[in-house]
């Protein structure tokens, strides 16, 4: 009742010290978006920030068209990785 989805398992990549997986891309309301194929993560459930490359940040950005003061939250799309 408290997980959007199915929890699953994958494999820790690297050895960075922290918790990296590889991820396929990033979707936008369940549609993949050619921004990050093959790419390797950092998983923190600690914290509720993306943070990633610049050019990879502004065109996620972009896409999901967050206004800077979130007051279009509700009607954000849904972020998949």
Not at 12 to 29: F, H, N
Request: charged share 20%; with cysteine; glycine share 8%.
């Amino acid at each position: 009742e408290h997980m959007a989805s199915e929890m699953f398992w994958v494999d820790v990549t690297g050895s960075a010290g922290y918790w990296e997986v590889r991820i396929s891309d990033i979707t936008v309301d369940g549609k993949a978006q050619s921004l990050c194929e093959d790419c390797r993560v950092a998983v923190d459930t600690g914290t509720s920030q993306l943070a990633g490359p610049s050019h990879l940040m502004s065109s996620l950005r972009n896409k999901v068209n967050v206004k800077t003061d979130c007051s279009n939250y509700d009607s954000l799309p849904q972020l998949g990785f």
